[in-house]
T-cell receptor, first 114, second 113 residues
Framework: DQQVKQNSPSLSVQEGRISILNCDYTNSMFDYFLWYKKYPAEGPTFLIS?????DKNEDGRFTVFLNKSAKHLSLHIVPSQPGDSAVYFC?????????????FGKGTKLTVNP | NAGVTQTPKFRVLKTGQSMTLLCAQDMNHEYMYWYRQDPGMGLRLIHY???????AKGEVPDGYNVSRLKKQNFLLGLESAAPSQTSVYFC????????????FGQGTRLTVV
């Protein structure tokens, strides 16, 4: 039973345009959401996060939006750059029975074309 | 500052062999996690630990065991390797609560033949 879902395996955008990556979750116990970026042959690296008490968090070109009622979050990258080409993972965490899992989605491969 | 170090980086095992993957972090982090990454499956949580001496099961724990005898080390064991355990394994550590940034190791590519 997948608790964090990224339904788009891949996304291709032109340099300078906006990239929008989507993520849905099913577990209401999650109260913190994070995005990680992964290049081939490397471990994932943290990109941006949002608490469930907020609906938006911005860091430079990256903005994460959270819609709790829809259990949906999205990552916006504006403007997109070729160096942003990577796999992006959505992750969620929260207290689950006194312990904390950090659960990831399947990832979306973003390709930014020059 | 090494961060999170995984040993080994590559390994080929025969079916039925055993091995231990080591994850070491030098950031005094409380939380540590083991994931496996397979094509089209993303990062799936195997086991995790919220402190020295504690472990808990993740999404896909079968066939694996873990130990956290020292705070800085989190070991993942395969008692009898199977081809289905061919994967890239990632370890991650977090300072306190899974609300903050997780630091990942470079990964261990394991092939079971």
């Amino acid at each position: 039973d997948q608790q964090v879902k990224q339904n788009s395996p891949s996304l291709s955008v032109q340099e300078g345009r906006i990239s929008i990556l989507n993520c849905d979750y099913t577990n209401s116990m999650f109260d913190y959401f994070l995005w990680y970026k992964k290049y081939p042959a490397e471990g994932p690296t943290f990109l941006i996060s949002i608490s469930s008490i907020k609906d938006k968090n911005e860091d430079g070109r990256f903005t994460v939006f959270l819609n709790k009622s829809a259990k949906h979050l999205s990552l916006h990258i504006v403007p997109s750059q070729p160096g942003d080409s990577a796999v992006y993972f959505c992750a969620a965490s929260g207290d689950q029975g006194g312990s904390e899992k950090l659960v990831f989605g399947k990832g979306t491969k973003l390709t930014v074309n020059p | 500052n090494a961060g999170v170090t995984q040993t080994p980086k590559f390994r080929v095992l025969k079916t039925g062999q055993s091995m231990t993957l080591l994850c070491a972090q030098d950031m005094n982090h409380e939380y540590m996690y083991w994931y496996r990454q397979d094509p089209g499956m993303g990062l799936r949580l195997i086991h995790y630990s919220v402190g020295e001496g504690t472990t808990a099961k993740g999404e896909v724990p079968d066939g694996y065991n873990v130990s956290r005898l020292k705070k800085q080390n989190f070991l993942l064991g395969l008692e009898s390797a199977a081809p289905s355990q061919t994967s890239v394994y990632f370890c991650a550590s977090i300072g306190y609560r899974a609300y903050t940034e997780a630091f990942f190791g470079q990964g261990t590519r394991l092939t079971v033949v």
